[in-house]
Nanobody
Framework: QVQLEDSGGGLVQAGGSLRLSCAAS????????MGWFRQAPGKEREFVSA????????YYVDSVKGRFTISRDNAKNTVYLQMNSLSPEDTAVYYC?????????????????WGKGTLVTVSS
């Protein structure tokens, strides 16, 4: 089993920044990718970003490209999501997630492990 602990959410004004963190523990050798999803009130959970543990390859949904940056610290088994130029449309609960092995990293249906979520609220 793998445990994911996400943190770093909060309240920020439009145009501000936040950094989310996700620490993985347990059988981390089972996961090759880690990423972030978000769920706004009344909406489905959507993919935000993912990163490969091995080569650091990064992936983003179009709406956050150029504003969000995902990174990893292999020594700490931790993934970060630096979010800049935040807008009210980014308001959501953000979840760290990971699939086992080489399952798709972009669909919530293929995630095997989830963090509890951290709330990001962007005020206008």
């Amino acid at each position: 089993q793998v445990q994911l602990e996400d943190s770093g959410g909060g309240l920020v004004q439009a145009g501000g920044s936040l950094r989310l963190s996700c620490a993985a523990s347990g059988r981390t050798s089972r996961i090759y990718y880690m990423g972030w999803f978000r769920q706004a009130p009344g909406k489905e959970r959507e993919f935000v970003s993912a990163i490969s543990w091995s080569d650091g390859g990064t992936y983003y949904v179009d709406s956050v490209k150029g504003r969000f940056t995902i990174s990893r610290d292999n020594a700490k088994n931790t993934v970060y999501l630096q979010m800049n130029s935040l807008s009210p449309e980014d308001t959501a609960v953000y979840y760290c997630a990971a699939p086992e092995g080489l399952r798709s990293w972009s669909s919530p249906r293929t995630m095997d492990y989830w963090g509890k979520g951290t709330l990001v609220t962007v005020s206008s």
